[in-house]
């Protein structure tokens, strides 16, 4: 079959799936202040991926004590913040580390009414039931399906099995919701581990699957590469397939300019129940469709009804 039909199949298909489920609307998230991104290790990673070079981490708040990381929280939420997410850079091991920020967490909690998601990397059951106790509302880890991928992008040996045990850790503590992401392209732009993601996904009954895309940071190894929009539709597409049930969810990092906006609208085509930091052409499409638009302050991993 010739690609560009089925892919408009695989467009149509999941479409109807989403329009059946979820009704035709489609939600708009915003974050900047109003849920901004937290580094609990400041700009350091162990890692220093190829597609990251820890460029995308000194972006971020730096709040590298519990101490610092409760101020922070404070001072956002006397601004008026919905939220934060809670991350920062690996370990060697492809953790965030969060354990000695539990106790920080918890006070943030009884202090604000935040909403604090945590973008966690791999975790065992004790640590997924540590960010669940201290009250975590939802966890956010990318998946990687290929142990190639790993090895040559992460420059470490991480095995999907390593992935799947998080996500059912991330089930057994019983967090409200868990949102892996997929990286469309991280393999040089290319499809690699995308499948076999999903695949590892499907493990658990997910609250939300988010795609994204490799994004080319200049600077990094990997800043001439390019990904290709119909793959990331394709995922996005096979995403809704496999769970019909399920929010799915297009990320904030999904390249920029022309190939953002052509992204944007094929997502809005397929069905895509949430976009982050939409562009003019995601309010276009939905409106020619005639979607009900809702907008949030928040990150797209987080559903409606936990912001209303």
Same mark, same amino acid.
């Given at each position: ?5 089925e ?6 298909? @999941?479409r ?12 708009? %998230? %915003? ?24 460029? +995308?981490?000194?972006?971020?708040? !730096?709040?590298? $004590? !519990?101490?610092?990381l ?18 920062g ?15 920080? /967490? ?10 604090? /998601? ?24 990318? /998946?990687?399906?290929?142990? &190639? ?8 040996g991480?095995?999907?099995?390593? %992935?799947? &045990? ?9 967090? =409200?919701?868990? @949102? ?21 996904? @499907?493990?658990?009954? !997910? ?7 490799? $994004?080319? +940071?200049?600077?990094? !190894? ?9 793959d ?12 019909? &049930? ?14 953002r ?6 997502a809005v ?17 939905? &409106?020619?469709?005639?979607?009900? /638009? ?10 409606? =009804?936990?912001?209303r």
């Open positions: 079959m010739n690609r560009d039909v892919l408009k199949e695989l467009i149509h298909r @999941s109807e799936i989403s329009y059946k489920n979820f009704g035709q609307s489609i939600n708009f %998230y %915003y974050t900047s202040n109003h849920f901004p991104a937290i580094s609990v290790t400041g700009s350091y990673c162990a890692l220093n991926c190829k597609h990251c070079g820890r460029i +995308l981490i000194e972006r971020l708040t !730096p709040a590298t $004590t !519990p101490r610092e409760v101020k922070t929280c404070l001072k956002f939420h006397e601004q008026g913040s919905t939220g934060a997410l809670i991350t850079g690996c370990t060697r091991e492809g953790k965030v580390p969060l354990y000695h920020f539990l106790d920080a /967490i918890k006070e943030i909690k009884e202090k604000t009414d935040l909403i604090l /998601i945590a973008h966690t990397g791999i975790v065992n059951y004790d640590e997924a039931k540590g960010l669940k106790e201290a009250g975590i509302e939802g966890v956010c880890v990318d /998946i990687v399906g290929s142990e &190639k991928t790993t090895r040559e992008i992460y420059g470490t991480f095995h999907p099995r390593d %992935y799947e &045990k998080t996500l059912k850790a991330f089930e057994k503590a019983k967090i =409200e919701n868990i @949102s892996p992401h997929v990286c469309v392209g991280l393999h040089y732009g290319k499809l690699m581990h995308e499948l076999n993601a999903l695949k590892i996904i @499907s493990s658990i009954n !997910p609250t939300n699957v988010v795609i994204i895309g490799l $994004t080319n +940071l200049k600077g990094t !190894p990997m800043e001439n590469v390019r990904i290709n929009p119909m990331l539709i394709k995922i996005l597409c096979l995403a809704r397939i496999k769970f019909p &049930k399920s929010h799915i969810s297009l990320g904030c990092a999904r390249g920029k300019g022309e190939l906006a052509e992204i944007d609208k094929l085509l397929s069905g895509v129940n949430n976009v982050a930091v939409p562009t003019s052409m995601a309010y276009k499409e939905a &409106k020619r469709l005639n979607l009900e /638009i809702k907008e949030f302050k928040a990150c797209c991993a987080l559903l409606p =009804e936990q912001l």
